[in-house]
């Protein structure tokens, strides 16, 4: 197994535990939506590049306000080989510092997700770096 699926999966198993007071809570997707063959994790951004980001995607999936913070639900393993910048967050299994998540979007198709590449361009764009893939090279400005 390789070492970052190995340092994922302990991620994963870290980040369940502890879920009781004061502990992540997890997204919890609409009925039609929870069918998540990949899985769920989510990226959260500050509120105030919710709206924007909304409305430049071509195919946002579910999007969750609590506070601050705006959840998009995106496939597991969206970060293996993607270097999320500040000021994004990232949750294995859509588990979220949040205490009442509320859902703010809905995607028209069957999938729950956000695309992660798009969306990581965008955010990157957004906090001034440019990407960096998992080999180390940095995609052109």
């Given amino acids: 197994m390789s070492h970052r699926l190995a340092d994922r999966l302990t991620r994963m198993r870290r980040t ?7 502990g992540p809570s997890r997204l919890l997707l609409p009925p039609a939506l929870d069918h998540t063959p990949l899985g769920c994790d989510a990226v959260g951004l500050p509120a105030h590049y919710g709206q924007r980001l909304l409305d430049q995607l071509s195919r946002p999936g579910c999007v969750f306000a609590d506070g601050d913070l705006w959840w998009w639900i995106v496939p597991s393993g969206s970060d293996l080989g993607l270097p999320w910048p500040e000021p994004a967050q ?4 859509a588990r979220v510092p949040a205490t009442r998540p509320r859902l703010v979007h ?4 069957p999938a ?3 695309p992660p590449i798009p969306l990581y361009l965008m955010v990157c764009r957004l906090a001034g770096t440019a990407p960096v893939w998992s080999d180390g090279l940095t995609a052109p400005a």
């Fill in 16 to 22: 369940g535990a502890g879920t009781g007071a004061g």
């Fill in 90 to 93: 990232y949750a294995a299994e």
């Fill in 106 to 109: 809905t995607p028209q198709g």
């Fill in 112 to 114: 729950p997700y956000t």
